[in-house]
């Protein structure tokens, strides 16, 4: 089955205690992004990558890490979480970046204590 | 950013009604999709709207895109109590570095009451 999945569904941790969202999708899509969705602040893109070794900052970068060594993995590093992180966080894929739907995970729920 | 905005933040209608959300943006953009979102969970994909597209179907779903006035729509025709859901617009568009961006606005909650 076509999908992208995100692990873990949830997760509480303490604020310092680095800390990998993994995401991998099975379309060999090209194009994959982060959003963290907050309550009246909808979905923040916070880092996408177009293709293999590429990623750029999205509006929210501030705390995160990425990396793209695979087309199929896109993992979400926090090196030192914060409370201010606490959010919902989506992975999301498309074929290509351009006239392109995005695909998108289960979500991840994570507090940081 | 180029991030949409939804009007209105909440809507609340009876079965068998029409809703309509509106999206409204502020640059120039590729195309602009809608997605819907039960809650909490991960978003699904309605339609996608090309800029050199006006209007566009797809079941219930009708989209309108004015990009003279940069605003959608998004109208669902004959509401059913499983329309309710969290809607959101997405503007699609290349910085001026040439990335790709998808940013989305922060959302439409729908209620629809048996």
């Known amino acids: 089955e076509a999908q992208v999945t995100q692990n873990p569904r949830y997760l509480i941790t303490v604020t310092g205690k680095k800390l990998t969202v993994t995401c991998s999708q099975n379309?060999?899509?090209?194009?994959m992004s982060w959003y963290r969705q907050d309550p009246g602040l909808g979905l923040r893109q916070i880092y996408y990558?177009?293709?293999?070794?590429?990623?750029d900052k999205g509006d929210v970068p501030e705390g995160y890490k990425v990396s793209r060594k695979e087309k199929r993995n896109f993992p979400l590093i926090l090196e030192s979480p914060s409370p201010n992180q606490t959010s919902l966080y989506f992975c999301?894929?498309?074929?290509?970046?351009?006239?392109?739907?995005?695909?998108f995970g289960s979500g991840t729920q994570l507090s940081v204590l | 950013s180029q991030q949409g905005e939804e009007d209105p933040q909440a809507l609340s209608i009876q079965e068998g009604e029409n809703a309509t959300m509106n999206c409204s943006y502020k640059?120039?953009?590729?195309?602009l999709q809608w997605y819907r979102q039960n809650s909490g969970r991960g978003l699904v994909h309605l339609i996608l709207?090309?800029?050199?597209?006006r209007e566009k179907h797809s079941g219930r779903l009708r989209v309108t895109l004015d990009t003279s006035k940069k605003s959608s729509s998004l109208l669902i025709t004959a509401s059913r109590a499983a329309d309710t859901a969290s809607y959101f617009c997405?503007?699609?568009?290349?910085?001026?570095?040439?990335?790709?961006?998808?940013?989305f606005g922060k959302g439409t909650k729908l209620s629809v009451i048996p």
């Open positions: 999301a894929s498309s074929p290509a970046a351009g006239n392109e739907k995005l695909f």
């Open positions: 379309m060999n899509h090209e194009y």
């Open positions: 990558s177009m293709n293999v070794e590429v990623t």
């Open positions: 640059t120039s953009i590729n195309n």
């Open positions: 709207i090309r800029s050199n597209e």
């Open positions: 997405a503007t699609a568009g290349y910085s001026g570095a040439g990335s790709y961006q998808l940013t």
